[in-house]
């Protein structure tokens, strides 16, 4: 956390923007969290311990936090952003359920043979890839099944 807030610090200061109590406030709430949020769970989780801080300055602080690379924002098929904690996390890439909007986390090292082989190939200097696949998983696939099955006209 020390190291993060040594970076955000170095941001705020390169753009000349004031260091508030509320901006590290947001940043300590993100990484102490685990998974994927968005806006809405993490201006709740602030209110709900006493944490003063508009959903503005929520907003702001997270556009900061990606544009340093602080957390990283992604957009899993819904209109709605979520964010995730990235500052000394490994690449992971993401299945997503379109069906309960689950987001399940993966790594698998082929996946940055693959990116790199295409940047040589290409002469490209890849800085980040993303990669979500979207699927229904096995739980929304019961329920569809045991739905199916419940209505099926007995014999």
């Not at 753009?15 to 406030?25: F, I, Q």
């Not at 968005?38 to 929520?58: C, F």
């Amino acid at each position: 956390m020390e190291e993060v807030r040594k970076l955000f610090t170095a941001h705020l200061e390169n753009k000349g923007l004031r260091k508030t109590g509320e901006r590290y406030a947001i940043l300590e709430e993100i990484y102490a969290r685990s998974g994927h949020f968005d806006v809405d769970e993490l201006y709740a989780g602030m209110k709900e311990r006493g944490l003063q801080v508009s959903r503005a300055t929520v907003y702001n602080t997270l556009d900061l936090l990606v544009e340093q690379g602080l957390v990283s924002k992604h957009q899993f098929g819904r209109n709605l952003a979520q964010y995730e904690k990235s500052y000394g996390y490994r690449q992971h890439d993401h299945v997503i359920c379109t069906e309960c909007h689950k987001v399940v986390e993966f790594c698998d090292p082929r996946i940055h043979g693959i990116q790199t082989m295409v940047g040589e190939l290409l002469n490209f200097h890849i800085l980040h890839h993303s990669l979500n696949l979207y699927g229904i998983c096995g739980d929304c696939r019961a329920q569809a099944a045991a739905r199916s099955s419940a209505s099926a006209p007995s014999a």
